[in-house]
């Protein structure tokens, strides 16, 4: 956390930043952003962001970046203007939280899922999922095609699906799908 007045100048810093950021108290309040920022993320990023803070807005946004205590770090940043008693706004009351770690997660998952998809591509195989918690159901990509739908323009559907099935095969899957559910 830190506050930062219309000037640029941080006016206070948490210790959490401090320890991202490598620095002492005494190095970074009463010192201008872009003397601890660098003068190109400043520029690019900080200030603008900034400007939208102090017309009034709340301001969210991801961003990566190296830094001396931390190496480099993924933070989900928001920017909350700081209003005095008559309503002005005199600075901007910033927050950091990161998002490093949960990055990396969605991505490897992301990851994983085009790999799946890949994989069931040049195996001619799909597959269906339903969600109980959620009561959610899908059907991969290759699944669909192998039933002869678009992907996107399909809404997954047990009897939809059923329609696939051989009459003289369904009440056994019915009678296997059912006892799949209860496990």
Same mark, same amino acid.
């Given at each position: 956390?830190?506050?930062?007045?219309?000037?640029?100048?941080?006016?206070?810093?948490?210790?959490?930043?401090?320890?991202?950021?490598?620095?002492?108290?005494?190095?970074?309040?009463?010192?201008?952003?872009?003397?601890?920022?660098?003068?190109?993320?400043?520029?690019?990023?900080?200030?603008?962001?900034?400007?939208?803070?102090?017309?009034?807005?709340?301001?969210?946004?991801?961003?990566?970046?190296?830094?001396?205590?931390?190496?480099?770090?993924?933070?989900?940043?928001?920017?909350?203007?700081?209003?005095? #008693?008559? =309503?002005?706004? %005199?600075? *901007?009351?910033?927050?950091?939280?990161?998002?490093?770690? /949960? !990055?990396?997660? #969605?991505? =490897?998952?992301? %990851?994983? *899922?085009?790999?799946?998809?890949?994989?069931?591509?040049? /195996? !001619?195989?799909?597959?269906? =999922?339903?969600?109980?918690?959620?009561?959610?159901?899908?059907?991969?990509?290759?699944?669909?095609?192998?039933?002869?739908? =678009?992907?996107?323009?399909?809404?997954?559907?047990?009897?939809?699906?059923?329609?696939?099935?051989?009459?003289?095969?369904?009440?056994?899957?019915?009678?296997?799908?059912?006892?799949?559910?209860?496990?």
């Amino acid at each position: 956390v830190s506050i930062i007045d219309r000037d640029f100048v941080y006016q206070l810093v948490n210790d959490s930043y401090l320890r991202v950021h490598g620095r002492k108290r005494e190095e970074i309040e009463g010192r201008k952003v872009p003397e601890i920022v660098g003068q190109d993320l400043f520029a690019e990023s900080v200030k603008p962001n900034l400007d939208r803070c102090f017309a009034g807005e709340t301001v969210h946004f991801e961003t990566c970046l190296g830094t001396l205590g931390a190496g480099r770090r993924c933070y989900a940043v928001t920017y909350y203007p700081y209003r005095e #008693r008559d =309503e002005s706004i %005199s600075g *901007a009351v910033v927050t950091a939280t990161d998002i490093t770690e /949960a !990055k990396e997660m #969605r991505e =490897e998952i992301a %990851s994983s *899922a085009r790999r799946l998809s890949e994989a069931q591509r040049l /195996a !001619k195989v799909g597959s269906f =999922e339903k969600d109980y918690v959620h009561g959610t159901k899908s059907w991969s990509e290759e699944f669909c095609r192998i039933l002869g739908y =678009e992907p996107d323009q399909i809404d997954p559907d047990f009897n939809l699906f059923m329609h696939h099935i051989h009459p003289d095969d369904e009440p056994g899957f019915k009678e296997n799908f059912e006892a799949a559910q209860t496990r």
